[in-house]
């Protein structure tokens, strides 16, 4: 395995909570046509309202479809990030963090539309957009943090640690380094 268990788990806890809440609101409410459980019809919480409205599906397709894409596309990722050859590695590491940074650009849209616009929010939603946002944040930490994948060995991992320990942090807008990992060597375990 290419990273720590831990850092494994870190990454794939937020997308099995938000592919979760996607799921659970394309099975009750597109399949059974029932109401989600805890939503509230008529209230501030009324997830009927939110996902009747013209803006819960693109080109007649509901968002949780949508949804549930984007969350195993970033459990795809995070499996190659773990198990993929070196190459593989760098292209999905790159690959999760701009997909997960998509993602949290579409989370504000939705929210204002909900708080603005429906004056309702649907709580499996907010679920998902806490999910994606919590996506982000462990990539962006994990990329950046000193000691996150890619920056330093760790205990029990095989690896230049001397290398990798003395290597320059990243310089994002300079064109030496374009992204976080371009300066991990080749044979370095992560």
Not at 24 to 45: D, K, M, N
Not at 106 to 120: D, G
Not at 148 to 163: F, L, N, Y
Request: aromatic share 14%; net charge negative.
């Amino acid at each position: 395995m290419r990273i720590t268990r831990l850092k494994l788990l870190v990454l794939v806890i937020m997308s099995l909570f938000g592919l979760a809440a996607a799921l659970e609101v394309f099975a009750s409410y597109y399949y059974l046509g029932q109401t989600p459980p805890g939503c509230t019809p008529g209230g501030f919480f009324d997830c009927d309202k939110v996902l009747g409205s013209t803006y819960s599906q693109v080109f007649g397709i509901p968002l949780e479809l949508f949804a549930v894409a984007y969350f195993v596309v970033n459990l795809a990722l995070v499996y190659l990030i773990a198990f993929g050859s070196e190459g593989v590695f760098r292209r999905a590491i790159r690959a999760l963090f701009g997909w997960r940074f998509l993602g949290l650009l579409l989370v504000p849209y939705l929210v204002i539309i909900e708080l603005f616009i429906l004056h309702a929010v649907c709580i499996y939603c907010t679920m998902m957009h806490v999910a994606i946002v919590a996506d982000f944040i462990i990539i962006s930490y994990l990329l950046f943090y000193r000691g996150g994948i890619g920056t330093q060995a760790e205990p029990g991992v095989t690896g230049d640690a001397d290398t990798l320990s003395k290597s320059p942090p990243p310089v994002l807008l300079g064109s030496e380094h374009l992204w976080p990992l371009d300066f991990v060597s080749s044979n370095a375990a992560v």
